[in-house]
């Protein structure tokens, strides 16, 4: 009974202090409950911002890689699509009419379906209907399979672009076809590029693939045929400033470079190899001094690294095949990347919307195209 008389005496002298200690717990209950909605809806705006692209382009083993390499893809998944039957596998799909192909997850925010496009037809030989190199047969034929209208459209685009562009000798005939079911392949055959590296590379390499992409896109603008030059061929076909900038890691002044102020429509290039970099659609008015980009125009010829020179840490940013230094990063930019690409006009070319086609550059006429 003394017992009960105590505690009930603690209680009562110490009512304000349960009183506020209460009310911290139900404000810390309501701050996390608050917390997790708003995780919840950001997590649904995301989800709702995904769309779904599918490109059939022969063995998808090859396929995966270069998509999955591109800053705004957030999955690619290997399967089977096209056919009739139902739940294939590697042993039937073909009896099915099914081909190999891969279903792209991306942000479109980040990396537009058009980009997508162009990165599909690197990947493949379009004039081959019988198959794609060294694999023969329907079901290693290349296709363009669209989920809306907006898709059909700009894979047709797309595809007349690359007609015009007179990069093939013989005729485009990659079809643009209506998505159907797709169904994921087994799982050893997804990212086999890294599960298996070594067969991987022999089966490539094997196949035809490589050799024919290098000597196609080599031959025209955009390749890296220029990248095999010497230090002495470099210093001969680039300016000083240019040189400094690209193979020393240099800097040109702000506010006095070539296209930090250049407003017309067109791409930029890479200044040594010729690799599409940036597009004047994502250019923006930074106050930098420096020509500024919020995203990519091909993501897949962009490399990023981490720079701790200056007593900070930085993103430099490369393009690919060319290894030249372009400049750096921030996440300081504008919607929706939130990116600033700090780029030295000196490490680019630029190539007006006008000229694309004459340059070797159609795939890219979409953008301007109204």
Same mark, same amino acid.
């Given at each position: 009974?003394? &017992? $009960?008389?105590?505690?009930?005496?603690?209680?009562?002298?110490?009512?304000?202090?349960?009183?506020?200690?209460?009310?911290? /717990?139900?404000? /810390?209950?309501?701050?996390?409950? %608050?917390?997790?909605?708003?995780?919840?809806?950001?997590?649904?705006? $995301?989800?709702?911002?995904?769309?779904?692209?599918?490109?059939?382009?022969?063995?998808?083993?090859?396929?995966?890689?270069?998509?999955? %390499?591109?800053?705004?893809?957030?999955?690619?998944?290997?399967?089977?699509?096209?056919?009739?039957?139902?739940?294939?596998?590697?042993?039937?799909?073909?009896?099915?009419?099914? +081909?190999?192909?891969?279903? $792209?997850?991306?942000?479109?925010?980040?990396?537009?379906?058009?980009?997508?496009?162009? &990165?599909?037809?690197? %990947?493949?030989?379009?004039?081959?209907?019988?198959?794609?190199?060294?694999?023969?047969?329907?079901?290693?034929?290349?296709?363009?399979?669209?989920?809306?209208?907006?898709?059909?459209?700009?894979?047709?685009?797309?595809?007349?672009?690359?007609?015009? @562009?007179? +990069?093939?000798?013989?005729? +485009?005939?990659?079809?643009?076809?209506?998505?159907?079911?797709?169904?994921?392949?087994?799982?050893?055959?997804? @990212?086999?590029?890294?599960?298996?590296?070594?067969?991987?590379?022999?089966?490539?390499?094997?196949?035809?693939?490589?050799? /024919?992409?290098?000597?196609?896109?080599?031959?025209?603008?955009?390749?890296?045929?220029?990248?095999?030059?010497?230090?002495?061929?470099?210093?001969?076909?680039?300016?000083?400033?240019?040189?400094?900038?690209?193979?020393?890691?240099?800097?040109?002044?702000?506010?006095?470079?070539?296209?930090?102020?250049?407003?017309?429509?067109?791409?930029?290039?890479?200044?040594?190899?010729?690799?599409?970099?940036?597009?004047?659609?994502?250019?923006?008015?930074?106050?930098?001094?420096?020509?500024?980009?919020?995203?990519?125009?091909?993501?897949?010829?962009?490399?990023?690294?981490?720079?701790?020179?200056?007593?900070?840490?930085?993103?430099?940013?490369?393009?690919?095949?060319?290894?030249?230094?372009?400049?750096?990063?921030?996440?300081?930019?504008?919607?929706?990347?939130?990116?600033?690409?700090?780029?030295?006009?000196?490490?680019?070319?630029?190539?007006?919307?006008?000229?694309?086609?004459?340059?070797?550059?159609?795939?890219?006429?979409?953008?301007?195209?109204?």
């Amino acid at each position: 009974m003394l &017992i $009960i008389i105590i505690i009930n005496q603690i209680f009562e002298d110490n009512a304000m202090n349960n009183f506020i200690l209460l009310s911290g /717990f139900l404000l /810390f209950f309501v701050f996390m409950a %608050q917390a997790l909605s708003e995780k919840a809806v950001a997590a649904e705006v $995301i989800a709702n911002k995904t769309e779904k692209a599918t490109f059939a382009g022969g063995c998808f083993w090859c396929m995966e890689k270069p998509f999955e %390499q591109a800053d705004g893809v957030l999955s690619v998944t290997a399967g089977y699509t096209g056919g009739s039957s139902q739940n294939p596998t590697y042993q039937n799909y073909g009896a099915g009419g099914h +081909i190999e192909a891969v279903e $792209i997850v991306y942000n479109p925010d980040k990396i537009t379906f058009e980009q997508l496009l162009a &990165i599909f037809w690197r %990947q493949i030989d379009p004039t081959d209907e019988g198959g794609q190199f060294v694999d023969r047969g329907k079901e290693y034929s290349s296709a363009i399979f669209y989920h809306n209208e907006p898709q059909k459209k700009a894979a047709e685009l797309s595809r007349k672009n690359l007609e015009n @562009d007179k +990069i093939f000798a013989k005729p +485009i005939v990659t079809p643009i076809i209506q998505a159907s079911l797709f169904y994921p392949a087994e799982d050893y055959h997804q @990212d086999y590029y890294q599960k298996n590296p070594l067969r991987y590379k022999l089966y490539r390499y094997g196949s035809g693939r490589d050799q /024919f992409l290098e000597k196609t896109w080599d031959e025209k603008k955009g390749g890296d045929k220029k990248n095999k030059m010497t230090k002495n061929e470099l210093k001969e076909n680039l300016t000083p400033l240019q040189y400094e900038v690209t193979q020393n890691e240099g800097t040109e002044p702000p506010f006095n470079n070539e296209y930090w102020n250049n407003t017309r429509p067109g791409i930029y290039v890479d200044i040594v190899s010729g690799e599409p970099l940036f597009s004047s659609t994502d250019k923006f008015k930074s106050g930098t001094g420096w020509p500024s980009f919020s995203k990519p125009l091909a993501p897949q010829n962009i490399v990023e690294k981490e720079d701790r020179k200056l007593f900070s840490v930085r993103t430099e940013v490369r393009s690919r095949e060319g290894d030249s230094h372009l400049g750096h990063v921030f996440e300081d930019g504008p919607a929706p990347t939130g990116l600033r690409y700090c780029i030295n006009s000196a490490s680019m070319k630029f190539i007006a919307a006008d000229d694309l086609e004459k340059e070797g550059y159609g795939a890219f006429k979409y953008l301007f195209d109204k």
